[in-house]
């Protein structure tokens, strides 16, 4: 194949990318082991990414315009650190294309984007089991040990929300 047909192009998600966005992430899921974890449609995703609004931004990989991996992130804010920074939801790159530097682009392109508007941190949750864990070592990414992710969602959300103040 010629070689440029194996050029790598890291660009910017557009509405045009939402099916591949909601396929890689129904794929990641799927990984993961809760394939029916994505409550996200194409439509979803064209409303709460591309509108007047955005509450994500995504990087797409392709080669000879096939995409091949992609990163999904949101934007968070530290007063610790007095900037943004990226919570990274998603991060995929179909078995075919692995171990051939793919993610590190992707990894590439956002640190530099990062770095160029002023944001401090990018974060992620990884499974324990993933064996993702050593690219995102191998990158420089540290476990935060003694720190704790929690969560409250569904019921538990609910019934915070209805219950009565006390004292009051
Ligand atoms: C994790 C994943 C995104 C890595 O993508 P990739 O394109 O294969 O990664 P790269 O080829 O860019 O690797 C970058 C570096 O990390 C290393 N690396 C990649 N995967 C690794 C692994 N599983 N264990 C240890 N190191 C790894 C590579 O050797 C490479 O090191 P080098 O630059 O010194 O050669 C990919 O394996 C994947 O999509 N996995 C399934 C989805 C997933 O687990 N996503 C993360 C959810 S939290």
């Given at each position: 194949m010629p070689s440029d047909l194996r050029t790598l192009l890291v660009r910017p998600a557009t509405i045009d990318d939402v099916d591949t966005l909601h396929r890689f992430s129904v794929d990641l899921a799927t990984y993961e082991d809760?394939?029916?974890?994505?409550?996200?449609t194409p439509q979803t995703l064209a409303r709460d990414?591309?509108?007047?609004?955005?509450?994500f931004a995504a990087l797409i990989a392709e080669r000879a315009a096939k995409p091949v991996g992609f990163i999904l992130y949101t934007f968070n804010y530290s007063v610790w650190t007095a900037a943004r920074g990226i919570f990274i939801e998603d991060i995929w790159v179909i078995p075919e294309e692995r171990r051939g530097g793919v993610a590190r682009a992707l990894m590439r392109a956002l640190a530099r984007e990062c770095v160029a508007k002023g944001y401090k941190r990018i974060d992620l949750n990884v499974l324990?089991?993933?064996?993702a864990r050593g690219f995102y070592e191998r990158l420089g990414y540290r476990w935060i040990r003694n720190w704790l992710p929690y969560r409250l969602s569904g019921e538990a959300l609910a019934a915070l929300a209805s219950s009565s103040s006390k004292g009051s």
């Open positions: 809760e394939p029916d974890a994505v409550g996200s990414g591309f509108g007047e609004n955005p509450q324990d089991w993933n064996p």
